[in-house]
Nanobody
Framework: QVQLVESGGGLVQPGGSLRLSCAVSGSITSATVMRWYRQAPGKERELVAGITMFGTTNYVDSVKGRFTISRDDAKNTMYLQMSDLKLEDTAVYYC?????????????WGQGTQVIVSS
């Protein structure tokens, strides 16, 4: 069983930075892919960024050039470095851990961490 604990959220002014962390209980290297999602009030959850077991990364267009996803296997932790934050980045950010198998997949979610961008 994998457990995920996010941290690093908070209140920040527009243009500021935050680094979110997702601590994984178990082996982070067993993940096929890990992702950050976010959900703003009244909106659907959206994929923000992902990193595969090979280190390949992808981002939603709205955060490209501002956010960086990474992982530290030695610390069993995934990160999301967020810079030049905008009001529209306000959301609860969730960590997602997925193991793809031949005919199924195991997926785990963290509890979320709140990011508020406000002046």
């Amino acid at each position: 069983q994998v457990q995920l604990v996010e941290s690093g959220g908070g209140l920040v002014q527009p243009g500021g930075s935050l680094r979110l962390s997702c601590a994984v209980s178990g082996s982070i290297t067993s993940a096929t892919v890990m992702r950050w999602y976010r959900q703003a009030p009244g909106k659907e959850r959206e994929l923000v960024a992902g990193i595969t077991m090979f280190g390949t990364t992808n981002y939603v267009d709205s955060v490209k050039g501002r956010f960086t996803i990474s992982r530290d296997d030695a610390k069993n932790t995934m990160y999301l470095q967020m810079s030049d934050l905008k009001l529209e980045d306000t959301a609860v950010y969730y960590c997602n851990f997925r193991i793809n198998r031949i005919s199924s997949a195991d997926e785990y979610w963290g509890q979320g961490t709140q990011v508020i961008v406000s002046s």
